[in-house]
């Protein structure tokens, strides 16, 4: 006999930034008050919030949601922590989380990536028995406009090397047993060839294609009624419901968290996204040698979104070898001067201010060097992920006989 239950879920950036620069993270108190009243009056299953990083945030939400949401995982990696919050309504009972190893420019400070703990999280969830991976994640921001533009390409080969160790993270970790859900701002539109690449590559569904046929109303950034990013660009599909399973069906997909009721600000400069899911059961037990070989690696990926990744991945390489060897120049130069003003045995105060703002300078520079050259193995490792799909998918499969 089968039985079946609906997931109601939801994701959405906070934009909640801990940066003290006027014109950032606007309203953020109202807009956290107001999150909270939404997250109770909704009562979601499961909600994926990302940029949470302040911990007053943390502490809101569970003293005001936590009557219902009893469950959460913060995952606090990286410098700042990753920003990304679990809430369930069901229980948490593992959780396991992998930073990306390309992660933005750490001399980019204003951009904050780098010191964002860029990364994916895994919280599995026991759903009213019902097995259920939830995937968060926050890929690097696009930076899509003016002379940012021209100096990062908009992140394209980090934000590349990111889905593909997303989609190897995704591949290695689900459970025969479980339905898959993957939420986040994945800073990537669904023309783009890495959005192929983690549809196929896991075997994932779009909620909201699944559900409404086409792109339009699909915007969650940059739209005419979000105060925060209207006008900043044109409208962007950047937040994301995918899923997988051969017993999970999306059967609602909506834009939500637009504007505050009967106020004038919005939830955030994002807007959000919910989806409602069936989750069928069944009578007997699943059996891991049953599963059918494509919902384990996912659908061929074409080979000409293998050979965008490989490309775009790899000039980022190129770019970063070059800003390696850069980097590498300017720390010498720095620490040369630094051995100059010493040898000369400062006496007055001008000398030793000199003496420590090189000092530093030369520590700054010495952490861009290290991180710089652990960035390049892990492209290098990216990119022989990449080439072994194309070579999976060019070797003939053997045929039982």
Partial sequence: ?????RLKVVTLNVWNIPLPIPGVCKDRQRRLAALTEHLMQEKYDIAALQ????????????????????????????????????????????????????AGLPTMLHHCDFYGGKGVGLCRINADSHLVDVYITHLQAGYYSGKEFAAVGAYTGV??????????????????????????????????PMMTLLRDGVALQDAWLVVNGSEEDGATCNTSDNIYSCGKEFPQRLDWILYGGSRIECKKCDVTLRRVPNDSICYSDHNGVSAEFEIRDSSSSPDVNSRDKSSCTGAPIPSSVLTTANDAVTEYLNTVHLRLATGYRRLMMTLLLLATLVAAAPSSILTSALCAVTAVAAAFQTFVYVVTKSEVRELRDVLSVVRLQALRHETPQETAI
């Fill in 1 to 5: 006999m089968m039985s079946s239950f």
């Fill in 51 to 102: 940029e949470m990083w302040f911990e007053d945030g943390h502490d809101l939400i569970q003293q005001k949601c936590g009557s219902w949401y009893k469950y959460t995982k913060y995952f606090a990696r990286g410098i700042i922590g990753t920003g990304l919050l679990v809430l369930s309504r069901y229980p948490i009972y593992d959780t396991l989380f992998a930073l990306y190893g390309p």
């Fill in 159 to 192: 934000r590349m090397a990111q889905i593909v160790q997303l989609m190897q993270f995704m591949r290695n970790t689900r459970s025969h047993a479980s339905s898959q859900i993957l939420m986040g701002d994945l800073n990537t539109m669904p023309f783009e």
